[in-house]
């Protein structure tokens, strides 16, 4: 019988230091044969990125690279609500956090709800500059997105700090092998799918 391999993701924001990373920890689990579903690879043109959230926030593992950008861009805050709605977050979600990451003070996070609170008012003013409200299709689901973000962030960024997450020295000296070690348990214990 032909065993399926648990569907894992990495969220991630483009560009700069998460790339990197990024790309180390696809060719680490390359050299394991553990297929990893990453957006630049595996979403193709046309398809729809809102789907392929969907499908990410669904899935069995979820490999989530926080940089600064990652808390900042309204694509991976939709992702890590996706995966937050879908339940079981604290088992699904292997976070590897950049140095440059300050979640752990209160008052860090209280700037992630502050930055997220500008971004929804600059929009509402954006619309009330408007003579017209009947063509806005589309941009309200953008403000209910930032107001969800902005309700969210603070319990979201709570989460993530309160995972021992080492930090990237040690997850690149090691080449990944407590990431590797935790998917694998994950799947081990019946949690996953089976790998091949």
């Given at each position: 019988m032909e065993t399926t391999q648990p569907s894992i993701y990495i969220s991630h924001a483009w560009g700069g230091e998460s790339e990197r990373i990024v790309q180390k920890i696809l060719k680490r689990f390359d050299k394991?044969?553990?297929?990893?579903?990453?957006?630049?690879?595996?979403?193709?043109?046309?398809?729809?990125?809102?789907?392929f959230i969907e499908n990410l926030g669904q899935a069995d593992a979820i490999i989530i690279v926080v940089s600064h950008k990652y808390l900042h861009s309204e694509y991976c805050m939709f992702e890590l609500l996706q995966i937050y709605e879908n339940k079981n977050i604290l088992e699904r979600i292997f976070p590897v956090v950049l140095d440059e990451v300050h979640i752990a003070k209160s008052t860090d996070r209280l700037g992630l709800v502050k930055y997220w609170e500008d971004q929804t008012q600059a929009l509402?003013?954006?619309?009330?500059?408007?003579?017209?409200?009947?063509?806005?299709?589309?941009?309200?689901?953008?403000?209910?997105?930032?107001?969800?973000?902005?309700?969210?962030?603070?319990?979201?960024?709570?989460?993530?700090?309160?995972?021992?997450?080492?930090?990237?020295?040690?997850?690149?000296?090691?080449?990944?092998?407590e990431l590797i070690k935790a998917i694998k348990k994950r799947s081990m214990s019946g949690q996953l799918l089976q790998f091949p």
């Amino acid at each position: 019988m032909e065993t399926t391999q648990p569907s894992i993701y990495i969220s991630h924001a483009w560009g700069g230091e998460s790339e990197r990373i990024v790309q180390k920890i696809l060719k680490r689990f390359d050299k394991e044969g553990i297929h990893v579903t990453l957006d630049k690879k595996d979403l193709g043109y046309r398809q729809s990125i809102q789907k392929f959230i969907e499908n990410l926030g669904q899935a069995d593992a979820i490999i989530i690279v926080v940089s600064h950008k990652y808390l900042h861009s309204e694509y991976c805050m939709f992702e890590l609500l996706q995966i937050y709605e879908n339940k079981n977050i604290l088992e699904r979600i292997f976070p590897v956090v950049l140095d440059e990451v300050h979640i752990a003070k209160s008052t860090d996070r209280l700037g992630l709800v502050k930055y997220w609170e500008d971004q929804t008012q600059a929009l509402e003013e954006k619309i009330r500059e408007l003579r017209s409200l009947s063509h806005i299709e589309g941009i309200t689901e953008d403000l209910n997105l930032y107001n969800n973000i902005r309700n969210k962030i603070a319990k979201l960024t709570s989460i993530l700090k309160d995972i021992n997450t080492l930090n990237i020295r040690l997850h690149e000296q090691s080449d990944f092998d407590e990431l590797i070690k935790a998917i694998k348990k994950r799947s081990m214990s019946g949690q996953l799918l089976q790998f091949p």
